[in-house]
């Protein structure tokens, strides 16, 4: 899940649709058209849990999907340059990654650097000042 925007996106191309499945925001997902986007927003129907102030106890079920959304719609980014943990990234490392290197979908929405029946998903964007050591990929969204 990408837990940061690095490089701004660009507001006026977000979209809302609605997909097939509830997505978390900050989730790689292919758009109804099968472009590469990451949801700005959670699905209307995600729900998160958190840990209770009074411990051990956890509060499930907890409304946190984009407000106005309903069921499976999601506010979906085209662009910008986003977070993701090295381990949601199949072959690729933190410490090795350079600029430029490519980033794929799969149909199961995982991201690879494996192009075989994948989608083009981005390219690495490495910033002059990024701190490789946190084990965060910076991808850019799309073409």
Do not use: C
Not at 25 to 36: A, R, Y
Not at 68 to 79: E, N, S
């Amino acid at each position: 899940m990408a837990t940061n925007l690095v490089y701004r996106n660009t507001d006026s191309q977000n979209r809302v649709q609605t997909l097939a499945a509830t997505h978390a925001p900050g989730t790689p997902v292919l758009s109804i058209e099968g472009k590469p986007a990451v949801t700005v927003t959670g699905s209307g129907d995600y729900t998160k849990s958190e840990a209770s102030f009074y411990a051990p106890a956890t509060v499930s079920g907890i409304p946190a999907g984009g407000a106005g959304l309903t069921g499976k719609q999601v506010t979906l980014a085209f662009d910008g340059t986003w977070e993701f943990d090295e381990d949601d990234i199949a072959n690729l490392s933190a410490a090795t990654v350079v600029n430029g290197d490519i980033v794929y979908i799969t149909g199961a929405l995982a991201l690879t650097d494996s192009s075989s029946g994948n989608t083009l998903f981005g390219y690495v964007d490495i910033g002059p000042d990024f701190d490789r050591s946190r084990g965060m990929i910076p991808v850019r969204i799309g073409l």
